[in-house]
T-cell receptor, first 111, second 113 residues
């Protein structure tokens, strides 16, 4: 699986959009980008995933660059409950049974 | 309510005393897995199961055993726990291994003294 690089921590003001970057410069054509988050030692929670097109769901938007070497998770109107560690993961279809988490980005929403 | 449950949630034990952490899901998922989480290391996969009676090693299987006799249950067994197995453990499940969303349990915090 491609390695991902994320900032260790970020702050965002409540009500503003939180933009979390992820670098996956060695991603291959059949690898998907996934985002999960973990709120204070609870079990991780799936957010969104994509291959090459931008994706949006009720929780967030995922923007993947055209060369697929990086992506950004966008939480459009961050609330205090969005304070969590956010994990960017790339996952290749034949090995979907393995989900490898890195250390993620600790996002703190500031009131 | 669709969920993954783990028991116990907290456990303090001594070196060498066999223990089992149970995991159960009520979503009829075929795929289940176990992770451990340690500070600075993120989540690491211990074992996974693609279906009943099918299990395989993850990235850190040493010192652990699993079994999958029923679809809903996937217990994690520590035959002879050691202090380096002190960790936060998560069970997860999904309909299939390739399903986008994995559902995680609430976690089991294990301390081995």
């Amino acid at each position: 699986d491609a390695k991902t690089t994320q900032p260790t921590s970020m702050d965002c003001a409540e009500g503003r959009a939180a933009n979390l970057p992820c670098n996956h410069s060695t991603i291959s054509g059949n690898e998907y980008v996934y985002w999960y988050r973990q709120i204070h030692s609870q079990g991780p929670q799936y957010i969104i995933h994509g291959l090459k097109n931008n994706e949006t769901n009720e929780m967030a938007s995922l923007i993947i660059t055209e060369d697929r070497k990086s992506s950004t998770l966008i939480l459009p109107h961050a609330t205090l409950r969005d304070t969590a560690v956010y994990y960017c993961i790339v996952r290749v279809r034949p090995e979907f049974e393995k989900l490898t988490f890195g250390t993620g980005t600790r996002l703190t929403i500031i009131p | 309510e669709a969920q993954v449950t783990q028991n116990p949630r907290y456990l303090i034990t001594v070196t060498g005393k066999k223990l089992t952490v149970t995991c159960s899901q009520n979503m009829n998922h075929e795929y289940m897995s176990w992770y451990r989480q340690d500070p600075g290391l993120g989540l690491r996969q211990i074992y996974y199961s693609m279906n009943v009676e099918v299990t395989d090693k993850g990235d850190v299987p040493e010192g652990y055993k699993v079994s999958r006799k029923e679809k809903r249950n996937f217990p994690l067994i520590l035959e002879s726990p050691s202090p380096n197995q002190t960790s936060l453990y998560f069970c997860a499940s999904s309909l299939y291994a390739w399903t986008e969303e994995q559902y995680f349990g609430p976690g089991t915090r294990l301390t081995v003294t």
